[in-house]
Structure formats: structure tokens, C-alpha cells
């Protein structure tokens, strides 16, 4: 599954900000204003990581 999500993406164009994502979460690029920002996809992908590892320890001590 997360294989096949990997192979999707969409793209989501709002208020002069072009955001493309995978399927599995991870920003391929962002445009602002027509100027790529990649330094901000690094950014968020980066704390969405960050969610998925605080997600993944609470799981384990609630199984504890």
C-alpha cells in the first residue's frame, strides 16, 4: 500500500501557492507566487516526520 501511495501525487493551487504532494504524504514541491520554495517543502516535510515519530512512541507506551 504505501508503495502504490508513493506513485500518487496531487497538487493543490490556493491564493498564489502551488503545493505538490505524494500520496504518502511527502511534499514534492512548493510555488509561491510562481517562485519555487523548496526550502519550505524541506520544512514541513521535516515536522510531518516529526508527527509520524511522536505518533509511532505513543502507540508503543499505549501497547506497554
Known amino acids: ?3 502504490a501511495l508513493q506513485q500518487e ?3 493543490v493551487d490556493k491564493n498564489g501557492v502551488t503545493i505538490t504532494m505524494r500520496g504518502d504524504q511527502r511534499i514534492i514541491n512548493v ?3 510562481g ?3 523548496n526550502r ?4 514541513i516535510n521535516e515536522a510531518v516526520k516529526k508527527t509520524q515519530e511522536l505518533a509511532a512512541r505513543k502507540l508503543i507506551d499505549m501497547n506497554r
Open 35 to 37: 517562485v519555487m520554495e
Open 31 to 33: 510555488e509561491i507566487d
Open 1 to 3: 500500500m504505501q508503495s
Open 9 to 11: 501525487e496531487i497538487t
Open 40 to 43: 519550505v517543502a524541506e520544512a
